[in-house]
């Protein structure tokens, strides 16, 4: 069965500062996929990064970057140079590459950026 | 192109009503999902449908109905609701593999 665990239920840093959201996946599947949503304060979704099981290379966009790490199921994102704006809850999820394509999420961390 | 969109985005209900909610999306996705999230968890799928005439139970199908008669409509009902229904809704859809688009949310209330 999939799981996906995010540890961190809260997270509150000042401005600038750098932040790493972890998450924790499980599944059997040899090829699956990996996402990362935010949901600000308005309470809309946002994709951010959809990442394939094959492909460990480290992401960045502008600042933002994940590391997905298959030998230990993670993959984790770091805000670099934090901002208000970036205040929000964010998911991480997974789906299983063949099947009904069906997100598995978890709980969400609550990131807060103080100015 | 408005992509997912749903209705209403706020509704109170009685203990025992029933009520649909709308969703619609103009990309040609095959795929719709159904979504509820409670305050302070993730979201967690009710219902999902792989194209028209098909759909199939997620993780938390209970209370809950659907049907997938076009493309593009994708609606949840709500028999008999309960405060346990309490929650936000999000529908969304996808091509495939590629990422699910999710609609704006309706927030139930249910006293």
């Known amino acids: 069965a999939q799981k996906v665990t995010q540890a961190q239920t809260e997270i509150s840093v000042v401005e600038k500062e750098d932040v790493t959201l972890d998450c924790v996946y499980e599944t059997r599947d040899t090829t699956y996929y990996l996402f990362w949503y935010k949901q600000p304060p308005s309470g809309e979704l946002v994709f951010l990064i959809r990442?394939?099981?094959?492909?460990?290379q480290n992401e960045i966009s502008g600042r933002y970057s994940w590391n997905f790490q298959k030998s230990t199921s993670s993959f984790n994102f770091t805000i670099t140079a934090s901002q208000v704006v970036d205040s929000a809850v964010y998911f991480c999820a997974q789906q299983r590459a063949q099947g009904a394509q069906k997100l598995v999420f978890g709980q969400g961390t609550r990131l807060t950026i103080n100015p | 192109n408005a992509g997912v969109t749903q209705t209403p985005k706020f509704r109170i209900l009685k203990i025992g009503q029933s009520m649909t909610l709308q969703c619609t999306q103009d990309m040609n996705h095959n795929y719709m999902y159904w979504y509820r999230q409670d305050p302070g968890m993730g979201l967690k799928l009710i219902y999902y449908s792989v194209g028209a005439g098909i759909t199939d139970k997620g993780e938390v199908p209970n209370g809950y109905n659907v049907s997938r008669s076009t493309t593009e409509d994708f609606p949840l009902r709500l028999e008999l609701a309960a405060p346990s229904q309490t929650s936000v809704y999000f529908c969304a859809s996808s091509s495939t593999t590629y990422e699910q688009y999710f609609g704006p949310g309706t927030r139930l209330t249910v006293t």
């Open positions: 990442r394939n099981s094959f492909d460990e």
